[in-house]
């Protein structure tokens, strides 16, 4: 589907002062303030809303075409986004500017100075949505105001559902000039900031917004997104960098076994390698099953070593005389000053048959658990973990000095099978 994404395009150089902005500014001489910093450290980025929703829109399967401006210097954005095969049908040069730029200067406190100079985005509006063919679908992102202003009324006029993601540009806009953005889109996309100021600014809640469009999301950082649909609200959370979300509506959370699937809005933004998919316990789970890992090459990909040394004198291996590498004796129980290991396991999502005791509590007073790696679930778990975190796979470690005993060795090859089938 063709999706026209109007906004901006930027170069964004971004630097490191190797100090506290606090130490070279005098507090009492801020009105005639002139500084200068060495700066350790400089790199220059790919910037502008138009151009981050199409870089990720072309990576999960969609078609983007770019809207934007750019200046007598962005020649090497267009070729960038060609060379992905990002439309540039919409990029428009605007003689005698700069393309959009940031500078930012970050010290060691994470403070920030930062300097923005719109230069051929103040154009923005020469754009027009008509001249680019094709379109089903529209973005209206952060750009100049007129262009935004202008944009939002031609896809109204084409009858071209878009999105309107006023994001940083909402302080550009009054709260009734807002509203009527609002209600010329078919959804609208803020972050919680963003919310709580369009809020403000309309002098409505969210909730009431909502209404107003066929979809609004509320995206939330890490914590994933809230999505207000059709009377419903789904919160979409994303426990890992790769995997799964779950989606479930508000009012269901006490009924398990009747959470509501997520719809269009989301399931809109699968791919070819992506398909919603249940599993069929009591938590009705939905999610985006991802694709998977290329087994046949090496090549661009993310390998861990995975050692799969640990074991309990309970497991299943012939190694059942001691606790096998959590103590830093051969047979020792891992006690204070006893320990092998640099950090305790989170053990919340083993299975009851993959948890031993070694007989001592945390200090919360629970009961402290650890795992072996001869248990197929245990080592399952584990690659679960690195697959939804974005690693491909793992070289497995064998030590040559084990396999003259036949106790390692046998604990050895069942750490193998369970590693190759997980």
């Known amino acids: 589907m063709r999706t026209l994404v109007c906004g901006s395009l930027a170069y964004d150089t971004i630097m490191v002062f190797p100090d506290h902005f ?8 801020a009105k005639v303030l002139s500084v200068s910093f060495q700066i350790g450290e400089m790199r220059r980025e790919w910037g502008g809303c138009a151009g981050n929703i199409a870089y990720n829109l072309k990576h999960i399967g969609g078609e983007p075409v770019v809207m934007a401006t750019i200046g007598d210097d962005g020649r090497d954005y267009r070729e960038r ?11 428009r040069d605007v003689p005698g500017t700069y393309t959009a730029q940031a500078f930012i200067i970050t010290d060691l ?19 027009r949505v008509d001249d680019v063919a094709g379109i089903r679908l529209g973005i209206v992102s952060p750009d100049g105001r007129d262009g935004m202003l202008a944009h939002v009324g031609q896809f109204a006029a084409a009858g071209i559902p878009f999105m309107f993601d006023p994001g940083q ?31 403000e600014r309309t002098g409505m809640p969210l909730s009431a917004i909502a209404e107003r469009v066929d979809a609004l999301v509320v995206t939330l950082g890490a914590d994933g997104s809230v999505i207000h649909a059709g009377g419903d609200t789904f919160e979409l959370t994303w426990p890992h960098g790769r995997g799964f979300y779950a989606g479930v509506t508000t009012n269901d959370l006490d009924a398990p076994g009747s959470w509501t699937e997520v719809g269009s809005p989301v399931i809109a933004f699968s791919n070819a390698y992506s398909q919603v998919v249940t ?22 990909k993310s390998m861990m070593g995975y050692q799969g040394w ?6 299943a291996s012939p190694v059942n005389d001691r606790w096998h590498h959590w103590a830093v004796g051969s047979a020792g129980m891992p006690d204070i000053g006893d320990w092998g290991i640099d950090f ?31 248990d197929p679930k245990s080592v399952e778990l584990h690659c679960r973990w690195m697959w939804e975190y974005g ?29 190759k089938a997980g």
């Not at 606090?22 to 001489?29: A, E, K, V, Y």
């Not at 909402?170 to 609002?182: K, N, Q, V």
């Not at 640990?310 to 497991?315: A, I």
């Not at 070289?395 to 193998?416: T, W």
């Open 22 to 29: 606090s130490s070279h500014i005098l507090p009492n001489q």
């Open 81 to 91: 986004l060609d060379a992905f095969g990002i439309g540039v049908d919409g990029v």
């Open 109 to 127: 406190d994470d403070n920030q100075i930062t300097a923005f100079h719109p230069g051929a985005m103040n154009f923005s509006q020469q754009n």
């Open 169 to 199: 540009g909402l302080p550009l806009f009054d709260g009734p000039e807002l509203l009527a953005m609002i209600d010329r889109a078919s959804f609208l996309a803020v972050n919680d900031y963003e919310g709580r100021m369009l809020a």
């Open 279 to 300: 599993n069929h316990d009591p938590l009705a789970f939905y999610g985006l099953a991802m694709a998977p890992v290329d087994n046949t090459t090496l090549s661009n």
């Open 310 to 315: 640990f074991g309990s004198p309970t497991d």
């Open 344 to 374: 305790y396991p989170d053990m919340s999502e083993y299975g009851a048959a993959e948890r031993y005791e070694p007989g001592w509590t945390l200090n919360n007073g629970d009961t402290a658990y650890l795992f072996s790696a001869v």
């Open 391 to 419: 690693i491909d796979g793992v070289f497995l470690q064998r030590f040559l000095g084990e396999v003259q005993d036949s106790r390692f060795e046998n604990m050895r090859d069942r750490v193998a099978k369970n590693i």
